[in-house]
């Protein structure tokens, strides 16, 4: 499963991409098709399906600390954010690799669609 997921490949370096951060076990990417002037997507380097299975807390930790600190650098820690892990079916999960969507730069609507 791991060998064809995309975010695994792109985590592990087999699809080259230009790392916003990283630390030992995330590494955060500009989403490819941006939905905010920020859109950066912060993965874990091993593989978890999504929310549902994580089961490391060590590895959300730093997915969640990675998300602030990719916040802080992207220049929108002071204007406000949002994160963002859509989970399942009707979480609207797209890609079966757990991932955080760090998003910000406008004013974002409540609730989301
Ligand atoms: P989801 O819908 O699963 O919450 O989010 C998946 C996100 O991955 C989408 O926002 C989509 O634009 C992004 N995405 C899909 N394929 C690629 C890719 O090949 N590279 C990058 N950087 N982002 C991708
Ligand atoms: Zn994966």
């Not at 499963?1 to 500009?30: D, H, Q, S, Y």
């Not at 998300?67 to 399942?88: D, F, L």
């Not at 609207?92 to 989301?112: I, Y």
């Amino acid at each position: 499963m791991t060998e064809k997921c995309l975010f695994c490949r792109i985590a592990n370096g087999e699809i080259p991409t230009k790392f916003v951060a990283e630390t030992g076990e995330a590494v955060a990417f500009r989403d490819i098709d941006p939905k905010s002037p920020v859109h950066v997507l912060v993965v874990p380097r091993q593989h978890v399906t999504s929310l549902a299975s994580a089961e490391d807390e060590e590895v959300l930790g730093q997915l969640m600390m990675l998300a602030a600190k990719v916040a802080r650098s992207e220049g929108i820690s002071e204007s406000g954010y949002r994160v963002i892990a859509n989970t399942g079916p009707d979480g609207g999960q797209s890609v079966d690799h757990l991932h955080l969507h760090v998003m910000g730069g406008r004013r974002m609507t409540w609730p989301p669609g």
